[in-house]
């Protein structure tokens, strides 16, 4: 009757914090390389180096559709988008660069969005 057959799966943990986490990733200062998928006129050798191309508007899509069934699969894909970035790019480069701090804001208020929820 009900109640007991209902099993509660971690994984399909509220997604508040990715939602939270988008809002702040579109506006940061450094996100311009990432808001968008990457041009492949301008960069045509793009799509043969990088096998899983990923960008904040496909992930903001992915959440509103319900694509995403964890909090992990989110933050997975925000780390796609930082691993091909650095396979794509230079460090020193402006791209590069801008990688490895939107990489760093992540991971940083990733863990006070998920502790404290
Ligand atoms: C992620 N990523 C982005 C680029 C890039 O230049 N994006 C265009 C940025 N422009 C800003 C205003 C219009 C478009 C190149 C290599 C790469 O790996």
Redesign the pocket.
Known sequence: TGGEDVITLGNSADLAPCVCMMDELEKHQEA?????P??CR??PT?KKI?KKPM?FQTMRHKLRDNKYQSREEFANDLRL?CN??ET??EDESA?GH??HTIREFFEKRWRELCINS
Not at 32 to 36: I, S, V, Y
């Open positions: 311009w390389p990432f808001l968008f990457v041009d301008r960069f793009y990088i960008d988008v091909n970035c794509f790019n791209v801008a990688g």
